[in-house]
């Protein structure tokens, strides 16, 4: 079987594990047009994932937790006996526990958040003072800056949350001025939000679920079904003559997907359209997805769209609109966390030109965790992760260690040397310049997440990090193009000798035109055994000589175009994930697989 035909079968194997296409699916770059028209005419929903970044956990996270909780003290074993919830190993044997006494919901159901809850603490005080210790962790990130100022330019007259923390208040604040130019209701003062809308008061902030430090909290299903009317019937009527985008919200509760379903009224809620945003690898609750559909059918524009995250949504919105691009810049709190991408330059002749081996990065992490702890450089951290076992990146900076990987796994590798800082850090243009632990981090991921490449392995030996093919899987016919065969066999015997040889492709990040570029450089690699002869080495050296002597002009082609498909596939563009995880931070990077070609010197 070729390398080709193994690439798509892989394809049509994960293809078969991914979510089904969505009805209604949208495009990002359309989203941006049509907000731009509309961006006075959609009110925003924040659920749990639009804190994420801000340092407050989710309710899938909590859901865990409370798992641990109650599996620990059910069995009579201090928490400790769970180091790391998040593990899937451990929460197989958690959920079979909670699903053998069949009292407790299924893994994922829609009520799992608020049972579990209600099971932990019962008393609706512990409840309070559960959330209280969450969302005191929270500072906003760069996604609430840009919404306080889409607040400021008047493109934001309502924000609807079911969060409890205070990260969109903060931040709009900060960016409006004063606290007194934001009108924030809650199921304390319901009235608020209607009387500051009947007298275009704006912005205002409702939040449905009731402050954090209210007396009316409510969070288990009892409490939701009977969630206070007035706000719930503000958010219909809001609807009604506005239209949504919600972000970072699961749709888990019954009450609010009535709202929202009650808002269709017929086709005639949701005028600016509803747009739901979704991580790409993530399925959405049913209730969500016949939300959408029901909105279609009624003729109302509604739409999934797919975004990484909450802060890069909006960082690609505040960019995107004439009106804020230079305002943008004044959010100086935090630096824009976002997959960064670059444009192309336009061709301004078509032949004679050059091939070069550097594969253009076309987007890259600019986001990574930041651990301030008491621990040495490189081998220290390196060490550290071997210790722990757990499937992290890390690199040194002056500031800290930067990582990448679950939050879990990360916390777990760094606790026994003292954190007393764990916070995010943006990867800026500037620290890729130059070598730094920045670039060093970026290389590392891009490198990982390669080595999961049908048919690739990808191995660091000493400051080299080296590619190789599987013979039984890359035949030799991947590197050949038309009439020029490049090479006869991927991996052999040098003839007389023990050293075995194989087909390499040396790899290396570069920062260059303002530019991420992934450099690959064929090569023919040895295994010389232990006692090896000096005259069967010089042989070796003597065969990789004359190998690859003989690799010039069509042939070097041949090399680079074979080892792009196989770091890329047939696709132009490849996307790529160093972990494939939602609950820490992860090098999501897209390449292209034609490299870069020179001009024409003049």
């Known amino acids: 079987m070729s390398a080709v035909s193994l690439d798509l079968q892989a394809d049509e194997t994960s293809a078969a594990a991914l979510p089904p296409v969505l009805t209604g699916t949208m495009e990002l770059p359309t989203f941006l047009r049509l907000f731009q028209l509309r961006k006075a005419q959609v009110m925003w929903f924040l659920g749990a994932g639009a804190s994420r970044a801000a340092g407050i956990k989710t309710a899938g996270d909590m859901i865990w937790e409370f798992k641990q909780k109650l599996y620990c003290s059910e069995k009579k074993v201090p ?3 769970i180091t790391d919830p998040g593990d899937p190993s451990v929460q197989h044997k958690m959920q079979a526990h909670f699903d053998a006494q069949g009292k407790y919901p299924a893994s994922e159901a829609e009520d799992e958040y608020s049972v579990y809850f209600d099971a932990t603490y019962p008393l609706a005080k512990d409840r309070r003072a559960y959330i209280d210790e969450q969302v005191k962790r929270g500072t906003p990130s760069y996604g609430h800056y840009a919404l306080g100022l ?38 304390g003062e319901p009235r608020k939000f209607t009387q500051a809308w009947a007298e275009a008061r704006w912005p205002v902030y409702g939040k449905l679920h009731g402050d954090y430090q209210s007396e009316n909290l409510k969070n288990t299903a009892a409490e939701l079904q009977n969630q206070d009317g007035e706000m719930r019937k503000s958010l219909v009527g809001a609807c009604r003559g506005q239209g949504l985008a919600v972000v970072g919200y699961s749709g888990r509760d019954a009450s609010i997907m009535d709202a929202l379903n009650e808002a269709i009224d017929n086709g005639r809620g949701f005028p600016g359209g509803l747009f739901w945003f979704k991580r790409a690898a993530d399925t959405p609750y049913q209730a969500v997805t016949r939300l959408i559909e029901k909105a279609r059918s009624a003729g109302i524009d509604a739409h999934f769209v797919e975004v990484e995250t909450f802060d890069e949504l909006f960082s690609d919105i505040t960019r995107f609109l004439p009106e804020t691009e230079k305002a943008a810049q004044s959010i100086t709190e935090v630096t824009r966390p976002r997959l960064a991408k670059a444009d192309f330059r336009v061709a301004t002749s078509t032949t004679p030109a050059i091939r070069t081996n550097a594969l ?3 987007s890259h992490p600019a986001i990574c965790r930041m651990v301030v702890c008491e621990i040495g450089g490189w081998e220290e951290i390196q060490a550290a992760i071997k210790k722990s076992g ?54 590392d991921a891009l490198f990982k997440a390669l080595g999961y490449r049908p048919g690739l392995r990808c191995e660091r030996r000493g400051s080299n990090v080296l590619l190789f093919p599987e013979p039984s899987i890359v035949k030799s016919s991947m590197f050949h193009v038309g009439d020029t065969k490049a090479i006869d066999y991927i991996s052999g015997r040098v003839r007389g000798t023990g050293i075995t040889w194989t087909e390499a492709c040396s790899l290396r990040l570069d920062y260059r035109l303002d530019r991420l570029w992934l450099l690959i450089e064929p090569l023919v690699e040895r295994t010389i055994p232990e006692g090896t002869s000096e005259k069967d080495v010089d042989l070796s050296r003597e065969f990789v000589r004359e190998r690859q002597a003989r690799r010039h002009n069509k042939a070097a082609n041949a090399m680079i175009d074979g080892w792009s498909r196989l770091i890329a596939g047939d696709a132009s563009t490849l996307r790529l994930r160093s972990f494939n995880i939602s609950d820490g931070y992860d090098g999501d990077f897209e390449m292209m697989r034609v490299s870069g070609f020179s001009g024409v010197a003049s």
């Open 79 to 81: 928490l400790s006996f």
């Open 360 to 362: 253009p990065i076309i």
């Open 150 to 187: 889409l607040m400021r330019e008047g493109f934001c007259n309502a924000v609807w949350t079911t969060n409890f923390d205070h990260t969109v208040e903060d931040a709009a604040f900060k960016i409006l001025g004063s606290s007194s130019k934001i009108v924030v209701a809650d199921l």
């Open 390 to 443: 757990a499937d992290i990146i890390a690199q040194r900076c002056s500031a800290g260690v930067l990582a990448f990987g679950r939050d879990a796994d990360v916390k777990t590798t760094f606790e026994p040397h003292k954190i007393t800082a764990f916070d995010t850090h943006a990867i800026t243009p500037d620290r890729l310049v130059k070598p730094s632990g920045e670039r060093s981090l970026i290389g």
